[in-house]
């Protein structure tokens, strides 16, 4: 979920946009009958999950875990537009009126200025990770914001490097904690935003306290609120706040592994065209050609290009599709290498249509 332009610049190529929101549910709502409270649940939900074809999505609870918000939204996009579309389109739902934004956090995702390797590391970290947001399954979501004080900008980038690595250092010693930072720096009031997945809060507890005796927390001018988010599907998020219940009236928000899953409609995908959904945190391209639909995942092995971002062709290998950043071509049908500098293929889904609405499922192929 990158920002999604034929750019080669390496400091914004594959670079995304996120946006933590956090929800606080008025009182009144649990005063209203039980029939409406379900019906604004449900108004809700759906109104979320459209915009599940658009970004990648996670929904978790805070009821229990802190009085002054409720639930979490954690939004990733390849732009900022959807979020602010999102929101207007929640403030219009039944729920709506009875939800206020308790706190928000808008960052974007950017390549560290540091060597995060250790040198006994036998291979160094890939740099396009750290560039794109793909949640784990844990259950567990630890949010803050970050600010560090100007003292550290002052500092030389070898000393800065030095903590660093002590700070990397503790972090290694906590293997199942996974960390996703990202950069707020001219658009919001934090510089930082840090946000912890993990599955054990002792583990994450004692994580933090070391990392209190390294050197850089000496930096640190803000790091607070903090946040523990329980990671549920936004159906048992709804149940999580009170009143009705609704999780046993929807389907799951994601299938079993492989499983369909509605992600547009057929007026969204014009005729010769191409568009980027989600398929749990992964980008799929739909691609439209001669009546047919095609889903590949939307990012070329090669240097991570948009592959929804390309041109479509036909030839004799059948329709294709050429990676706008580096020329690779790839065959719709199967995802195989037709020329071009990707080292592999890419992986394909099938599509099927009902009632005017694309589903799409792992097919196990490509990407070999």
Same mark, same amino acid.
């Given at each position: 979920?990158?920002?999604?332009?034929?750019?080669?610049?390496?400091?914004?190529?594959? $670079?995304?946009?996120?946006k *933590?929101? &956090?929800? %606080?549910?008025? /009182?009144a709502?649990?005063?209203?009958? =039980? +029939?409406? !409270?379900?019906?604004?649940?449900?108004?809700?939900?759906?109104t979320?999950?459209?915009?599940?074809?658009?970004?990648?999505?996670?929904?978790?609870?805070?009821?229990?875990?802190?009085?002054?918000?409720d639930?979490?939204?954690?939004?990733?996009?390849?732009?900022?537009?959807?979020f602010?579309?999102?929101?207007?389109?929640?403030?219009?739902?039944?729920?709506?009126?009875?939800?206020?934004?308790?706190?928000?956090?808008?960052?974007?995702?950017?390549?560290?200025?540091?060597?995060?390797?250790?040198?006994?590391?036998?291979?160094?970290?890939?740099?396009?990770?750290?560039?794109?947001?793909?949640?784990?399954?844990? $259950?567990?979501?630890?949010? *803050?914001p &970050?600010? %560090?004080?100007? /003292?550290?900008?002052?500092?030389?980038? =070898? +000393?800065? !490097?030095?903590?660093?690595?002590?700070?990397?250092?503790?972090?290694?010693?906590?293997?199942?904690?996974?960390?996703?930072?990202?950069?707020s720096?001219?658009?919001?009031?934090?510089?930082?935003?840090?946000?912890?997945?993990?599955?054990?809060?002792?583990?994450?507890?004692?994580?933090?306290?070391?990392?209190?005796?390294?050197?850089?927390?000496?930096?640190?001018?803000a790091?607070?609120?903090?946040?523990?988010?329980?990671?549920?599907?936004?159906?048992?998020?709804?149940?999580?706040?009170?009143?009705?219940?609704?999780?046993?009236?929807?389907?799951?928000?994601?299938?079993?592994?492989?499983?369909?899953?509605?992600?547009?409609?057929?007026?969204?995908?014009?005729?010769?065209?191409?568009?980027?959904?989600?398929?749990?945190?992964?980008?799929?391209?739909l691609?439209?050609?001669?009546?047919?639909?095609y889903?590949?995942?939307?990012?070329?092995?090669?240097?991570?290009?948009?592959?929804?971002?390309?041109?479509?062709?036909?030839?004799g290998?059948?329709?294709?599709?050429?990676?706008?950043?580096?020329?690779?071509?790839?065959?719709?049908?199967?995802?195989?290498?037709?020329?071009?500098?990707a080292?592999?293929?890419?992986?394909?889904?099938?599509?099927?249509v009902?009632?005017?609405?694309?589903?799409?499922?792992?097919?196990?192929?490509?990407?070999?």
């Open positions: 979920m990158s920002a999604e332009t034929p750019s080669h610049n390496p400091d914004t190529a594959g $670079r995304q946009c996120v *933590y929101t &956090f929800y %606080k549910l008025d /009182a709502f649990l005063r209203l009958p =039980e +029939e409406k !409270q379900r019906d604004a649940k449900l108004d809700f939900i759906d979320v999950r459209h915009f599940n074809r658009r970004m990648l999505l996670r929904s978790y609870s805070l009821v229990g875990m802190r009085r002054d918000v639930f979490l939204l954690w939004t990733v996009a390849a732009e900022m537009e959807p602010q579309q999102l929101e207007t389109a929640i403030r219009n739902t039944a729920l709506g009126p009875f939800l206020s934004v308790a706190r928000s956090f808008l960052s974007t995702t950017k390549r560290s200025i540091y060597d995060i390797s250790l040198p006994e590391d036998a291979q160094a970290p890939n740099a396009d990770e750290r560039i794109r947001i793909e949640p784990s399954g844990s $259950r567990y979501l630890f949010v *803050y &970050f600010i %560090k004080t100007r /003292a550290w900008y002052a500092l030389s980038h =070898e +000393e800065r !490097q030095e903590m660093i690595t002590e700070h990397i250092r503790v972090g290694r010693k906590y293997p199942d904690i996974r960390l996703n930072t990202t950069y720096y001219g658009i919001d009031d934090q510089e930082f935003v840090v946000a912890f997945e993990g599955d054990n809060p002792h583990d994450f507890v004692d994580l933090v306290a070391d990392l209190r005796f390294t050197k850089a927390s000496m930096y640190t001018q790091d607070t609120p903090m946040h523990i988010c329980i990671a549920m599907p936004l159906p048992e998020v709804m149940d999580s706040i009170g009143g009705a219940h609704v999780s046993d009236l929807v389907d799951p928000d994601v299938p079993e592994v492989g499983g369909w899953l509605a992600v547009a409609t057929m007026d969204e995908l014009a005729p010769e065209s191409s568009l980027r959904v989600y398929y749990g945190a992964q980008q799929v391209a691609f439209r050609v001669n009546g047919s639909i889903a590949l995942s939307n990012r070329c092995p090669h240097a991570r290009g948009p592959l929804c971002e390309g041109t479509l062709v036909t030839n290998d059948g329709p294709a599709v050429r990676c706008p950043w580096h020329e690779a071509f790839f065959s719709l049908e199967t995802g195989r290498v037709l020329s071009g500098p080292p592999r293929a890419v992986e394909t889904f099938r599509v099927r009902e009632g005017g609405t694309i589903y799409i499922a792992q097919s196990g192929e490509g990407g070999e």
